[in-house]
């Protein structure tokens, strides 16, 4: 069955439910979807925050086609600039599995280094 813009939209809204509670449940109870804010969106999961508390923009991505990582990740990267987060990153639906600790977490090397460097090394 070919997906259409509406059944796109309901997978990417079970798959935000699922990796949202996923990360509450592991994480932090704060941890929810976030409202939708169009153009100035501030990504997919509310309330991420690093271990210096430090809050991190997620961008969920159930795809049906090919993976798009520059896409994805400038478009997370945009959505932490909104949010005036310390960093963007994606989590992509990882074909054959619905275990959410199993799918993809996607971040550029720079965005890793920023993760984990403490704050007193921040630039």
């Known amino acids: 069955m070919a997906r259409n813009r509406n059944s796109a939209k309901q997978a ?22 976030r409202v939708k804010a169009g153009a100035a969106d ?3 999961i509310a309330n991420v925050r690093d271990s ?6 997620i961008e969920a991505k159930d795809y ?11 478009e997370a990267h945009q959505e932490a600039d909104n949010d005036d987060a310390h960093v963007g990153l994606v989590i992509a639906k990882r074909r054959g599995t619905t275990n959410p600790g199993k799918q993809w977490a ?7 280094i920023k993760l984990l460097k403490g704050p007193s090394n921040d630039a």
């Not at 990417?12 to 979807?33: H, K, S, V, Y």
């Not at 210096?52 to 923009?57: F, P």
């Not at 049906?64 to 400038?74: A, D, R, S």
């Open 64 to 74: 049906g086609g090919k993976l798009n990582l520059p896409q994805w990740t400038k």
């Open 42 to 44: 501030k990504g997919d």
């Open 52 to 57: 210096h508390n430090r809050r991190i923009v």
């Open 106 to 112: 996607i971040m550029e090397v720079e965005d890793l």
């Open 12 to 33: 990417g809204a079970r798959f935000e439910r699922i990796i949202a509670d996923f990360l509450r449940d592991n994480l932090d109870d704060r941890i929810d979807r």
